[in-house]
Each structure stands twice: as C-alpha cells, then as structure tokens.
C-alpha cells in the first residue's frame, strides 16, 4: 500500500475538457480499489464547488510568490470516498467559464499565475506544510498545469517520488521572461536544462526535466515524441530521459462501468454482446434525435471530439462532402465544440445534406453516450493522438473505430484487412497518412465491409471483447512507483 497524490487540472464528473479527466478519475480510483491510499489534488473551479456537496477547510497556507492565504478544501470524488483536496484561491479558480479559460479555446490571461499557486500548493500539500499530517510516497502530476511542481520538489529533503504523465505534448504552457520573474521562481531554474524553452518560461521542462520518471499515455506516442514531428522542439530531452529508462509509455484505460453498453441509462437500448442485436434500436434513436431517415442499411459514422486540428476535423469535412457528393450510402452525426472554422464547417455541412448530416455544437455527456452506441463506426482521423478514450468507449460499444495509425490509436485499433479479417483479429479501420483522400478511401473500406453482415457482426464482436480496462495499465503505473521509490 502506498500513500500517492494525483494531482490533475481536471477530474472527472467534477471539471472536464477532454480526457484527462476521465483518466484523473478512472485511475485513482482503480488504485483505490488496490487498497492505495489515494487523494486528488485540483484547483478548486467555481463549477467543483457546485458540483460538491460536502466541502470543509482543511488548511490555510501562505505560498510563496502570493499574498493572500489560500485554503486547502476537502471533499470525496462523487460515488466514491476518494479523498479530493481542492486548492481555493477565488481570485485564482472561483469564476466563471472554463477550467483554462473563458470559453473552449481562449486561454484566461493569468493562466500561468493560476497554475504556478496551484503548483505551489500541491508542492506544500505534498511535503506535508499544510500540516495535515499525511505526506504521500509518491507525487503523480499529470500535463503542463501541474509541471512546475516536480521542479520545485526537487530539492526538498525526504521529498516524495515523482512521476510526470504527458497526456498531450501540444499544451505546454509557455511564458514570457516577464512572467517568469513575476512568477517569483527561483533564478536557476532559467536555463535550458531548466525551464527556459528559447527565451520562454516552459511549465512543461518542469515535469519532463526535474520529475523521476515521466510516462506517456499509450508506448506509440511514447515513441513518437521522441522525434521532431510530434516533440514541438523537445524531443532531444524526451529522447534523452527514454535512453535514461526514465520515460515509458502505459496505455489509459477506461472506466468499465461507467462506459457499459449493458448498464448504460443514457441508451434507448441496453446491449451485450450476446444482445448486440439491439444496437441497432440505439442506431434508429440516434437517427431521430437527429432528424435523418431512419434506414438500417446506412453506415452511420459518429463523430465526439473537442474542435481542434488535432482531431483532423478538416479531414472529416473534406471526405464526407466527397463521399456524400458521390451518392455514398452514409449518414455523419457530430458532437463537439472548439474553434470556429471547424464549427462552421461542419455546420455547412448539416445545411448542405440535411439528411445525411446531423450536428450538435456543445458539450452533452448523455448525448456522446448515445452516439457511441447507436453509430456504425467512430472517426478519429487524429493528426496526432496521445491516447484517446473515444476509440476505447467504441469498441467496448461495437462501434468500429475509424482512426489514423498514430499515438493510441495504433495501439488499440486491428485493422480490418487481410489476415486480420481471417483470423478475426479485427476490430476497426486504420489508414497512415492525415489526408481526406486516405481517409475518404477507409470509410469506403467500411461502407464496403458493411455489406457483409456477418463479417461486419464479427468485427463487433471481437470489439467488445477487447479489455482496455485499468487492469493492466494500472499494474504498470504501480511498477513504475516502486521503481521510483527504490
Ligand atoms: P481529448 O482528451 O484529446 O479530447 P480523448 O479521446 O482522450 O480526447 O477524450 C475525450 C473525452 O471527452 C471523451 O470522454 C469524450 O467523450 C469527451 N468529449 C469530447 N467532446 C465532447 C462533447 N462535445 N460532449 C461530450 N463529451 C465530449
Ligand atoms: C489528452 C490527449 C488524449 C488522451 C487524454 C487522456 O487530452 O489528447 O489523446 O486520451 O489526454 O490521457
């Protein structure tokens, strides 16, 4: 049993942008359940205070480079007696808008004093000068937002071992030399073994330079950062700390139960795999909520994904408008929010093919339920995808995912081609480069294969048989905090 501190920007039902949230939840509380002793640590955001019945002053500490106090708030993870500790600045956190900034895609101007006092908090919490009388063995951090914490650990005596988790190198948090001295850090950390990126404050270097170990969330992107197409300029670091052994890749898991097609409340029709027959009252559902032609035979392709050019949204408008101009039999339904182009584009879309295209800009938990279970395939055509849960959710909903061979979606996704169709190893489509045409020509593989219905049912069901739960992964990151801790 070991003492840990999650520390996350976002936790699941509590705050959430993307999947770091259901990861910052589904990870706890699998090591919960391994009888460690694990608390959360997160900013407490105006919209965790609503969401959190039970909420008591702990602590009040004095940070350095702030003025006023700030208090430690307590309180447990929804549906769990997960310790959740919430660092409560209301200059800083109570607010209202988004966890990073007013809307999806603005930035708030004093990020970077928001999440240095977050940081700040989580280094006192985790030396125990909150005096609470509980010091974890191990400090986890997770993305740029909790990256200067393992820089300003690092030379504490008896500190915690650290472990820094990259869930998206395209977020790194950078700022200028102004900010930085505004900052109040210590001037030795302004190197470029530090945290100086080309003349920028780097929250990330934090994490990646000073932690013990760093992970990945899936072993390809692990990999993949370690070059210069997917590093953004790290990669020599990143290359260096894997020659080290200390940067590796575990692969997310889900939540099995909050992802369940038998259990799910937000589907027309509960399904198992020996039930997956009615899916396809999930599929004619999915169809009415978005006013297209309820039709069987059509290849429905679902689409749930924050707006971002990460997610090759473009891609998606370019095929389907290619596809559905050529009289493919296909329906799209969307849901997402993020930048303007793609909202538009996709809204274009909808007006252009009214019955072929369905959309909801906005963010709907019940509504990505539904899609997950009443689509035929899922796309994420992703430039670049560090893990990805949406391609997990699917195939545990027989929904064969559609993706781009990178990041975790190389590692979750058989193509269904080949020997991987005859020895039933398939369990979705898979294409190399981020191009409509390439993905044009893979829904096309699937509009194909779905004319076969029993090959197409197979593929569904060795979907569903796929186990992308904590298990396994969970084992991993409890290796790698003994590993740390020896
Ligand atoms: P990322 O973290 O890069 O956004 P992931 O696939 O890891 O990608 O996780 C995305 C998570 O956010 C999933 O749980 C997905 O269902 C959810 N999500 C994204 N956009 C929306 C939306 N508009 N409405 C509801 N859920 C969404
Ligand atoms: C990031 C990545 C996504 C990953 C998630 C959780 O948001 O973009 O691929 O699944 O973090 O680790």
Redesign the pocket.
Known sequence: MRKILFASSEVHPLIKT???A??SASLPMTLDAHGHDIRIILPAYRQCLMALADVRTIATIKLDGFHSPINILESTLPETDIRVWLVDSPAHFDREGGAYGPSEGGDWQDNAARFALFCRAIVAVAMDLAELDWKPDVLHCNDWQTGLAPALIADQKNRPATIFTI??MAYQGLYSRQTFEALDLPESFWTSEGLEFYDQLSFMKGGLGYADYITA?SPTYAKEICTAEYGYGLEGLLTFKHEQGQLSGIL?GIDRDEWNPQTDKALAKKYTIKTVRHKKLNKQALQQYFSLPEKEEVLVLGLISRLVP?KGIDLIIDAVSRLLQAGENIQLVCLGSGEDDYEKGLRVLRAKYPDRVGVVIGYDESLAHQIEAGADVFLMPSRF?????NQLYSLRYGTLPLVRNT??LADSVVDAFGDNLKDATATGFKFEQATAEELEATILRAVTLFRHPRIWRKVVITAMEQDYSWQASSRAYEALYEKALS
């Not at 995808?385 to 849960?389: A, D, Q």
Request: include cysteine; proline fraction near 6%.
């Open positions: 993307g999947g770091l259901d990861v869930h998206n969330v997310n990460q995808e560090p893990c990805g849960l990041g975790g």
